[in-house]
Every structure is written in structure tokens, then in C-alpha cells.
T-cell receptor, first 115, second 114 residues
Framework: DQQVKQNSPSLSVQEGRISILNCDYTNSMFDYFLWYKKYPAEGPTFLISISSIKDKNEDGRFTVFLNKSAKHLSLHIVPSQPGDSAVYFCAASARTRTGANNLFFGTGTRLTVIP | GAGVSQSPSNKVTEKGKDVELRCDPISGHTALYWYRQSLGQGLEFLIYFQGNSAPDKSGLPSDRFSAERTGGSVSTLTIQRTQQEDSAVYLC????????????FGPGTRLTVT
């Protein structure tokens, strides 16, 4: 049962335009959300995160929006650059009884930025 | 070391054989996680280590899977009597402490069971 869902397996955007990647989750206990970027043959790289007490976090060209009532978050990249082409994973975390911050990942969205 | 390292990068094994996958976390990171990504799936949590505490094994799919972490650093994930459905990329991640959400991933080990 997928608790974090990324319903768009792929997205193509023209260079300079905005990329919007979407993510939905089902578990209301999630209290922290992260976006990871993954290039082929490499592990995921942390990109940006947001706590459930916020609804927006911005870091340079990357902004993450959280809508808790809709259990939805999105990653905006503007302006998009060819180097942003990668697979983007949405992840959510809920502290377990052992203190672990297990991450639950979506299936990823492959972003292609066209020069 | 700069980041999390894993070895081997690729492993092909015959069904029924045992395999060991190694993870070297970032120096000073006390929390270590193992995940796996099967084809077309998101990353699936397997096991978590924090310092000298007993590991959280709640994600291990069967008793053929085990992991240990020696000296609070290097970790080994062992899969006994491998099955074809074990074929996946196995990813290790570490974080500074259990209260830290950001995890830093290694490049993964691609396991293929024939």
C-alpha cells in the first residue's frame, strides 16, 4: 500500500519555464516531507524539505508547497535548467516508536528539461 | 570520506545463494538506514540502526534478510537463499542523529538474482 504517491511518472518542460512536480500522501501522521533528486547510477540526493508546521519553503530556484488538508505537496523549480533533468522522489517521514525517521518514498517523477 | 559508500556496485547471483552488501556511512553519522528499490517502485524501508540501540527491523520482508552494524559504523545487509524477487537496488543512507530527518544516500548496490 503506497502511502506516498507521485502520479506523474514523467514531465517535460522547456528550459526557463516552471517545473511543477506533485505528490500526494495518505498518512496523516507524516510530519516532515522531503524531495530527493536522483541521477542514474547514483543514490538520491537531498534537495529540499518542509515541516508540517509550514506551508512553504523556498531555497533558490526550488520551492516546496504543502497543503495538509489536501495531503498534497508540490515542488516548483523556476527557472528550469537542463541540469535539473533527473528523477525526483517525494518522501515523507513519521517518527517511529524506536525513534527512527523512516522515509516513505513515492515512485518518482522523471523530469526532462528541454534546452 | 565525503559521502556514503556501498559495495559492490553490482552483484549478480544465482537463486539460492547468499549475498552480503556493505555500507560505509558518513563519518560521525550515528543513524543508518537500509532501503531497497524494486523496478517501478518507490524506495522501501528495510532496517534502521541508531548508535548501540537494538535495530528497528520492522521493514525486513522475510527472515532471509538480516543486517548488522559493527562498531557503530560499517553495516552489512545479508540476504540468505536469494530469490528472484530479491532483485532490486539496495540503498544505504545515514543521518547525523535519529532526530535528523535529512538522510544522505549511497549510490546503491544493484542485485540481480538469476
Amino acid at each position: 500500500d503506497q502511502q506516498v504517491k507521485q502520479n506523474s511518472p514523467s514531465l517535460s518542460v522547456q528550459e526557463g519555464r516552471i517545473s511543477i512536480l506533485n505528490c500526494d500522501y495518505t498518512n496523516s501522521m507524516f510530519d516532515y516531507f522531503l524531495w530527493y533528486k536522483k541521477y542514474p547510477a547514483e543514490g538520491p540526493t537531498f534537495l529540499i524539505s518542509i515541516s508540517s508546521i509550514k506551508d512553504k519553503n523556498e531555497d533558490g530556484r526550488f520551492t516546496v508547497f504543502l497543503n495538509k488538508s489536501a495531503k498534497h505537496l508540490s515542488l516548483h523549480i523556476v527557472p528550469s535548467q537542463p541540469g535539473d533533468s533527473a528523477v525526483y522522489f517525494c518522501a515523507a517521514s513519521a517518527r517511529t516508536r524506536t525513534g527512527a525517521n523512516n522515509l516513505f518514498f513515492g515512485t518518482g517523477t522523471r523530469l526532462t528539461v528541454i534546452p | 570520506g565525503a559521502g556514503v559508500s556501498q559495495s559492490p556496485s553490482n552483484k549478480v547471483t544465482e537463486k539460492g545463494k547468499d549475498v552480503e552488501l556493505r555500507c560505509d556511512p558518513i563519518s560521525g553519522h550515528t543513524a543508518l538506514y537500509w532501503y531497497r528499490q524494486s523496478l517501478g517502485q518507490g524506495l522501501e524501508f528495510l532496517i534502521y540502526f541508531q548508535g548501540n540501540s537494538a535495530p528497528d527491523k520492522s521493514g525486513l520482508p522475510s527472515d532471509r534478510f538480516s543486517a548488522e552494524r559493527t562498531g557503530g559504523s560499517v553495516s552489512t545487509l545479508t540476504i540468505q537463499r536469494t530469490q528472484q524477487e530479491d532483485s532490486a537496488v539496495y540503498l544505504c543512507a545515514s543521518s547525523l542523529a535519529s532526530g535528523t530527518y535529512e538522510q544522505y544516500f549511497g549510490p546503491g548496490t544493484r542485485l540481480t538474482v538469476t
